[in-house]
Every structure is written in C-alpha cells, then in structure tokens.
C-alpha cells in the first residue's frame, strides 16, 4: 500500500487549496478513504471520510463543514480534499488514510495558514 500527498503550501486565511493522494498497491475504489490531520502538537483529527465505489457519502466534522470538500477518481486512484475559507487553525500535516486511526497513511504534506 502507498498513499502520497501532495498539493499542501502556504496560504491566506479566506484562501483555498486543494490536496491530492495518488493510491496505490491495493483497490482503491473497494475503500472508504480519509483525510486525517495533525496540528503541531495535537493528535490525530480526522477531516473527511468519502465512501467506497463512486464515493456518494462524505462526512465531515463540524470544524470544516461546509468548507473542505472530499472527491475521488477511481480511475486515476487519486483521493482529493479542496479545502476553501482556510483559517489558521487548519494549519496541519495532512494525511490520506485508508482507515480512520490513521494507521495506514501517507507521509503527509503540510499546510499553514497564515498572513
């Protein structure tokens, strides 16, 4: 299993990025995906999660509802998250994960945000 992010940077608060995970060495289309985060010093918050198949079902926690947006394109095996309204609490390292621990997960790529 490889999972690799990429996409993460600098921004502004109001600012968007959008993050991307190239899968690969499993099915990616049979899983339900992650997008885990990790704040300096804080443990392990999950951002989204997006369902198997054509991914139809997301969720998202209450602190980047209506803000990050979960997709995926099976035929690529990539896994994406834009993230819009960035604030500087959403400075994080952030993961793709193939479970919600986090147990299985890439390398991370980091996003900050600030002025």
């Known amino acids: 299993v490889q999972l690799v992010e990429s996409g993460g940077g600098l921004a502004q608060p109001g600012g968007s990025l959008r993050l991307s995970c190239a899968a690969s060495?499993?099915?990616?289309?049979?899983?339900?995906m992650y997008w885990i985060r990790q704040a300096p010093g804080k443990g392990l918050e999950w951002v989204s999660r997006?369902?198997?198949?054509?991914?139809?079902?997301?969720y998202y926690p209450d602190s980047v509802k209506g803000r990050f947006t979960a997709s995926r394109d099976n035929a690529k095996n990539t896994l994406y998250l834009q993230m819009n309204n960035l604030q500087p609490e959403d400075t994080a390292l952030y993961y793709c994960?193939?479970?919600?621990?986090?147990?299985?997960r890439g390398q991370g790529t980091q996003v900050t945000v600030s002025s």
């Open positions: 994960a193939r479970d919600e621990a986090g147990q299985i």
């Open positions: 060495g499993f099915t990616f289309s049979h899983y339900w």
């Open positions: 997006i369902s198997s198949g054509g991914g139809g079902l997301t």
